[in-house]
Each structure stands twice: as structure tokens, then as C-alpha cells.
């Protein structure tokens, strides 16, 4: 099991960054491919990104792509989301997530999740 931990949240203006971190717990963290999805006010989970156990391969959902940038460094046991040119609607609660799948694509696809961090963007 691997327990997960937010971080890096927080209201910035439209056209701004954010660096989300995500710290996981255990000597396991490598042996997870991770990624990160969102869940804004009133809307079902959407996935938005998510990395391979070695950092190799990642995918993206569309909307995000060329915005948004995931990485991680095992040695850390973290992962990172690095969010570019924000715009109001990417306005949510940010979940972290571990998965035993080789490169997640769906919020399905994780195992464990994180608590979430909030990201609000203003107009």
C-alpha cells in the first residue's frame, strides 16, 4: 500500500502557474505509475495526466496537453504536475494517484489516492 500526500494548491490569476507535488510513503513508489486527476464543483473526476514507473512515458488528457507537464523523481518518492497558462476552468480539487497499470489513462485505472489539493484560478 502507498499513502499520498498533496501539496502546492492555492488561488493564482488566470495565465499563471501552479507546481503541484506529491509525496507518497514506503519504499514501493517506483513499482507505481502515477498521474493526477481533477474534480471540479459539481463534476465527476476527469483525468488529467500520468507518468510511468521509470518517468518514460507519460500521457495526457487533451485539454491539458502542451499546458501541463508530469514528472517525478523516485529518488523523492514524488511527483510532480507543473501547470502553465491556468485558466478558470481549471478551477478543482487536485488528486494525486498511484496505480499498478503501466501508464494510466483513465481515473479508473488508479488504486490510491491522495486527499487533494485546491487549485482556484481567477478571471
Known amino acids: 500500500q502507498v499513502q499520498l500526500v498533496e501539496s502546492g494548491g492555492g488561488l493564482v490569476q488566470a495565465g499563471g502557474s501552479l507546481r503541484l507535488s506529491c509525496a507518497a510513503s514506503g519504499r514501493t513508489f517506483s513499482s507505481y505509475a502515477m498521474g493526477w486527476v481533477r474534480q471540479a464543483p459539481g463534476k465527476e473526476r476527469e483525468f488529467v495526466t500520468s507518468i510511468s514507473r521509470t518517468g518514460s512515458s507519460t500521457h495526457y488528457a487533451d485539454v491539458m496537453t502542451g499546458r501541463f507537464t508530469i514528472s517525478r523523481v523516485n529518488a523523492k518518492n514524488t511527483v510532480y504536475l507543473q501547470m502553465n497558462s491556468l485558466k478558470p476552468e481549471d478551477t478543482a480539487v487536485y488528486f494525486c494517484?498511484?496505480?499498478?497499470?503501466?501508464?494510466?489513462?483513465?481515473?479508473?485505472?488508479?488504486?490510491?489516492w491522495g486527499q487533494g489539493t485546491q487549485v482556484t484560478v481567477s478571471s
Open positions: 494517484g498511484a496505480s499498478r497499470a503501466l501508464v494510466p489513462t483513465t481515473t479508473a485505472s488508479f488504486d490510491y
